[in-house]
Nanobody
C-alpha cells in the first residue's frame, strides 16, 4: 500500500524558513517524479515544484517561489524536501506532495498538473504571519 506523509509545516513569521518533508512508503521514490502542491484558503490547489527521478534530478519551481524555495531529494531513503526560505504571508496554505511514475527522459519545466499524479499525501499546514 502506497502512502505519502508530509511533515514540517507550522507557523512562521514573514522572512522565516521551514523545511517540509515528504516520506513515501510502498514504493521506491527514486523512480517517481515528486511534486509539491499547495492550496490556500478560497483558492484552487496549485503545483509549485517538481523534481524528476533521482537519476536525473531536474527540477521546476513556480515563479511565485523561485529564488526562495528549493526541492531536493533527501539523504534519507524515500524522502523529498521542500526548503522554504524568506516565506511570505501569501505562502500560507496546505502543502501536499504527490508522485507519478517517472517515464522517459523528457522533462518540461512547467507547473505539475494534479490530474497526472497518482498518489497524494494528506497535507501539512503552513501559516506565515506578518
Amino acid at each position: 500500500q502506497v502512502q505519502l506523509v508530509e511533515s514540517g509545516g507550522g507557523s512562521v513569521q514573514t522572512g522565516g524558513s521551514l523545511r517540509l518533508s515528504c516520506v513515501a512508503s510502498g514504493l521506491l521514490l527514486d523512480y517517481y517524479r515528486v511534486a509539491w502542491f499547495r492550496r490556500a484558503p478560497g483558492k484552487e490547489r496549485e503545483g509549485i515544484s517538481l523534481i524528476k527521478g533521482s537519476a536525473d534530478g531536474r527540477t521546476y519551481l513556480a515563479d511565485s517561489v523561485k529564488g526562495r524555495f528549493t526541492i531536493s531529494r533527501g539523504s534519507a531513503k524515500n524522502t523529498v524536501h521542500l526548503q522554504m526560505n524568506n516565506v511570505k504571508p501569501e505562502d500560507s496554505a496546505t502543502y501536499f506532495c504527490a508522485v507519478k511514475w517517472d517515464t522517459g527522459s523528457a522533462f518540461t519545466a512547467k507547473a505539475p498538473l494534479e490530474s497526472e499524479f497518482h498518489y497524494w499525501g494528506q497535507g501539512t499546514q503552513v501559516t506565515v504571519s506578518s
